[in-house]
């Protein structure tokens, strides 16, 4: 298992997103040399745990829980096919693109380090949203994209901080007693809401926008 690139975006201005400020860090290009990774602060006020990286629209991307991105380049080269167009490393938003690693089956609360310093736990799967149909420029890309067996990627917090480079090695160091995966977890927040209650085994590992929905709805029908 293999980090194949690191990858990190700039601000740009388009007219796709819905962000207050008119702009997106998400058109990410992979780097040479080491990236420092670590914690960047609370949810809707940390950015991105990457140096060098910008987040723009904090309500839904950066902080703690949401430090990192990553996307498996076997789901690149699946939507390669699909799409009939080449998908670069970092083309899907993604900081972290990985080979042999099994990123939408990892439990939320999995550990994985990369190198030899860093450590990275799995908190959630990304939902796509208008910024990311408009830049890949894909008719009806969040349903799609939403809907799609490929799975989401996966969401990361900072447990151990350091630099990480491409080329770093991967390693699964720890899994949790519980069957949530980022899939799975996925699926319960978009197209299988019923599942929502049951992932709550899985809450004190969850991205916080995740976690509240979960309780949100596991609490309305508890009511009910």
């Excluded at 008119?22 to 420092?36: E, F, L």
């Excluded at 993604?94 to 550990?111: F, H, K, Y």
């Amino acid at each position: 298992m293999t980090l194949l690139s690191v990858n990190v975006g700039r601000a740009k201005a388009v007219d796709y997103t819905d962000a207050a400020a008119g702009t997106t860090g998400i058109d990410k290009r992979p780097v040479d040399g080491p990236v420092r990774i670590e914690s960047p602060g609370a949810p809707g006020v940390g950015a991105s745990g990457l140096a060098g990286d910008t987040v723009c629209d904090l309500r839904f991307h950066g902080g703690d829980d949401r430090a990192a991105y990553a996307f498996a380049r076997e789901d690149l080269d699946r939507w390669e096919r699909e799409l009939g167009r080449g998908i670069a490393n970092g083309s899907f938003g993604e900081n972290l693109t990985t080979s042999g690693l099994d990123v939408n089956g990892a439990l939320i609360g999995e550990r994985w380090r990369i190198g030899d310093e860093v450590v990275l736990e799995v908190t959630g799967g990304r939902i796509p949203c208008r910024t990311f149909a408009g830049f890949l420029e894909e008719k009806g890309w969040v349903r799609r994209f939403t809907q799609s067996e490929a799975g989401p990627g996966a969401l990361l917090r900072v447990i151990v901080p350091g630099e990480i480079r491409a080329g770093d090695p991967v390693t699964v160091v720890h899994r949790p007693d519980h069957d949530i995966t980022v899939a799975l977890l996925h699926r319960a927040a978009t197209t299988e809401r019923p599942l929502l209650p049951s992932t709550l085994v899985a809450a004190e590992w969850m991205e916080s926008g995740l976690l509240a929905l979960a309780r949100k709805y596991a609490e309305k029908y508890a009511r009910a």
